[in-house]
């Protein structure tokens, strides 16, 4: 079956470290892959997708690129601010009989001090 | 323009207990979805409508569970009777009809004492 695998956290950066965020896939065919963003208090927002191999998805100064190869999305930021502080989820959506379903990653929770 | 609108925002209920959560979608989504998310770990799907079929309720445990969708538009979920391991973050989503990005909602945060 499609999963997801982050890497596990929490992960506290101080402000204007640079961000990765590991994420690999299983999943067959081809996939769409998303990273959702959950402030404190708040729904889940799409923060950038990819929709085939070797796009990059960017928002906000995140970056993630569609690694078919590696079967991999990393998310990744330049320089992390404190209102970046969240948690973090990769999701994938099939195609075939699972289309329509998105399955996520568990979340990877970003503290970020000043 | 409106997002996806959920109540209640919390409930606590007694195991055992019937509960029923609401979502709004988003107008003019035809796809609707409700998710589960535990403590600690990614949503998990229950079901998922397009416009009022569920298309996918496979992972939606039968023997408690109910959800509708009448007309097409607002859905709600109901849980009957309640157990303990209920407690979680239940997710209403909605999107376009052959669009991949999916609106959530802020959820609705359920205790079972």
Not at chain 1, 38 to 62: M, R, V
Not at chain 2, 15 to 26: E, M, T
Request: proline residues 4%.
């Amino acid at each position: 079956g499609n999963s997801v695998t982050q890497m596990e956290g929490p992960v506290t950066l101080s402000e204007e470290a640079f961000l990765t965020i590991n994420c690999t896939y299983t999943a067959t065919g081809y996939p769409s892959l998303f990273w959702y963003v959950q402030y404190p208090g708040e729904g889940l927002q799409l923060l950038l997708k990819a929709t085939k191999a070797d796009d990059k998805g960017s928002n906000k100064g995140f970056e993630a690129t569609y690694r078919k190869e590696t079967t991999s999305f990393h998310l990744e930021k330049g320089s992390v601010q404190v209102s970046d502080s969240a948690v973090y989820f990769c999701a994938l959506l099939a195609g075939g009989t699972s289309y329509g379903k998105l399955t996520f990653g568990q979340g990877t929770i970003l503290t970020v001090h000043p | 323009e409106a997002g996806v609108v959920q109540s209640p925002r919390y409930k606590i209920i007694e195991k055992k207990q019937p509960v029923a959560f609401w979502c709004n979608p988003i107008s003019g989504h035809n796809t609707l979805y409700w998710y589960r998310q535990n403590l600690g770990q990614g949503p998990e799907l229950l079901i998922r409508y397009e416009n009022e079929e569920a298309v996918d309720d496979s992972q939606l445990p039968k023997d408690r569970f109910s959800a509708e969708r009448l007309k097409g538009v607002d859905s709600t979920l109901k849980i009957q009777p309640a157990e303990l391991g209920d407690s979680a973050v239940y997710l209403c989503a909605s999107s376009s009809l052959g669009n991949t990005e999916a609106f959530f909602g802020q959820g609705t945060r359920l205790t079972v004492v």
